[in-house]
């Protein structure tokens, strides 16, 4: 693999872009797409994501160079930022297009929530405004999805506002911790304005609203699996933020609580994917 190429998949958050791809394939499955569609919605999805990541590392490359993020391939030389712009363009504008194979609608909600999360990485990271563009964006996802089936249904309220919630979560838990380096540099979005605790307990009831959300909204009473995923949203977080302070007071860059949010994610799209009641 060559070193610009290594460099593109270190700078586009391989885990947050591998993580959303996976979610809407299998919610696209979930909800009854033919292969075609499958495919159509992971590669614009995919699209989306690689422009996000990598549009992130590009206007943050000043500062995380200041705090000596060098593991991030701006920072260590392993790409040129000429060449992550030029990707980072091509991705944004892949985006729409491939999204327009399954259908206007569907193309125009994912249009916007690639819009929504652009502007967080600029200029709203910096504003107590900071939250709103994660749960827009995450919001926009299971409505691409949906749109993108034939006849472009209209998504469920309860499925977008849990995906909304389930966004707004990540950020919480995303930002944790950078909370030091933002300081340096000057980011005060509203993780930092509540601060670490206040984060926390944010990013724990967002995540459970969103799984409650999935496990009431659909018609009929909750189902056993249902009720297991809001314990789930429970254990998870206390487990990532506990392996997280561990893994801090080794020195090293405590992550486990982001993972946690992806983790509950994909507990709950496995719970609508075996419920069978999303359209």
């Given amino acids: ?39 159509a919605v992971l590669l614009a999805v995919l699209a989306s994501q690689l422009a996000v990541g990598w549009s992130n590392d590009l206007i943050d ?51 916007l929530g690639l819009v929504s999360a652009l502007l967080y990485n600029w200029p709203l990271k910096s504003t107590s405004a900071s939250v709103l563009p994660y749960a827009f964006s995450f919001g926009s996802l299971p409505a691409f999805v949906v749109l993108a089936l034939p006849g472009a249904p209209v998504p469920p309220v309860w499925l977008v506002a849990a995906a909304a919630c ?74 990532g933020w506990y392996a997280g302070r561990a893994v801090a007071g080794s020195g090293g860059r405590p992550v486990a609580a982001f993972r946690a949010v992806m983790l509950v994610a994909l507990i709950d799209v496995v719970l609508l994917v075996a419920s069978g009641r999303v359209v």
């Fill in 166 to 239: 389930l966004g707004a979560g990540a950020h919480f838990a995303n930002v944790l911790p950078d909370l030091a380096d933002d300081a340096r540099t000057g980011v005060r979005g509203l993780p930092h304005r509540l601060g670490p605790a206040g984060s926390r307990a944010a990013a724990a009831g967002l995540l459970l609203a969103a799984t409650v959300a999935l496990v009431v909204g659909p018609p009929g009473p909750p189902s056993w699996m249902g009720l297991s995923a809001v314990a789930a949203a429970v254990l998870v977080p206390a487990l």
């Fill in 61 to 111: 490359a000043d500062r995380d160079a200041t705090v000596g993020r060098t593991d991030k391939p701006l920072v260590s030389g392993g790409i040129r930022r000429r060449t992550l712009a030029r990707a980072a363009a091509a991705a944004a504008v892949a985006t729409p297009l491939v999204a327009l194979t399954t259908g206007a609608k569907a193309a125009l909600c994912l249009t």
């Fill in 1 to 39: 693999m060559s070193s610009s190429v290594l460099g593109l998949v270190k700078a586009s958050h391989p885990e947050p872009t591998a993580a959303v791809t996976a979610v809407a394939g299998l919610l696209a499955w979930g909800v009854g797409h033919r292969p075609a569609g499958i495919v």
